[in-house]
T-cell receptor, first 113, second 112 residues
Framework: DAGITQSPRHKVTETGTPVTLRCHQT?????MYWYRQDPGHGLRLIHY???????DKGEVSDGYSVSRSKTEDFLLTLESATSSQTSVYFC????????????FGPGTRLLVL | SQQGEEDPQALSIQEGENATMNCSYK?????LQWYRQNSGRGLVHLIL?????REKHSGRLRVTLDTSKKSSSLLITASRAADTASYFC????????????FGTGTRLLVSP
């Protein structure tokens, strides 16, 4: 999987609790992305990063925040988890451009009860 | 709203047959990519075709792009059971920031 790991791989949490998902890459790629995948919606971009400490919002960013303090790590935080955030979350990386090939991590399955 | 819409949503064929999936999109693009996702796994890049290209091949894959119709097709020839997966098109768009916009996918089932 192109040197991308996600942790945890599975998580069950309760409504109202904060949750942090981690994406770690060993490829030294500049661009990193967080997507969520839900039935009928395909992949939707939550947040992305184009460098250390450089992040911006995607199309479904409400209720999520991100941080990137090192090239290799991109953290996604659900500030107060809701049942609508139950989903599969994928991290992806890209090297030279946000338009080029993206390499995906294995995903994190999150269930918010 | 989704940029890419795949058609059909699901496709069931026998091994050895060809599988064709289509993708339509709405806005100008830099490139169009196809990805495969096996059940429970992350997406894997298959092929990228740029907006100034009309056709591209990679092994048993053939991709066409018609920018006038804003559509693309992915042909998998001589399908195998291992090709069973979901296939997504993604359009590379530059709208102030560079991003890929994914469609909702086609589920392909190849039966032995």
């Amino acid at each position: 999987d192109a040197g991308i790991t996600q942790s945890p791989r599975h998580k069950v949490t309760e409504t109202g609790t904060p949750v942090t998902l981690r994406c770690h890459q060993t490829e030294n790629h500049r661009y990193m992305y967080w997507y969520r995948q839900d039935p009928g919606h395909g992949l939707r971009l939550i947040h992305y990063s184009y460098g250390v400490k450089d992040t911006d919002k995607g199309e479904v960013s409400d209720g999520y925040s991100v941080s990137r303090s090192k090239t290799e790590d991109f953290l996604l935080t659900l500030e107060s988890a809701t049942s609508s955030q139950t989903s599969v979350y994928f991290c992806a990386i890209a090297g030279t451009s946000g338009l080029e090939t993206q390499y995906f991590g294995p995903g994190t399955r999150l269930l918010v009860l | 709203s989704q940029q890419g819409e795949e058609d059909p949503q699901a496709l069931s064929i026998q091994e050895g047959e060809n599988a064709t999936m289509n993708c339509s999109y709405k806005t100008s693009i830099n490139n169009l990519q196809w990805y495969r996702q096996n059940s429970g796994r992350g997406l894997v890049h298959l092929i990228l075709i740029r907006s100034n290209e009309r056709e591209k091949h990679s092994g048993r894959l053939r991709v066409t792009l018609d920018t006038s119709k804003k559509s693309s097709s992915l042909l998998i020839t001589a399908s195998r059971a291992a090709d069973t997966a979901s296939y997504f098109c993604a359009t590379g768009v530059n709208t102030g920031f560079q991003k890929l916009v994914f469609g909702t996918g086609t589920r392909l089932l190849v039966s032995p």
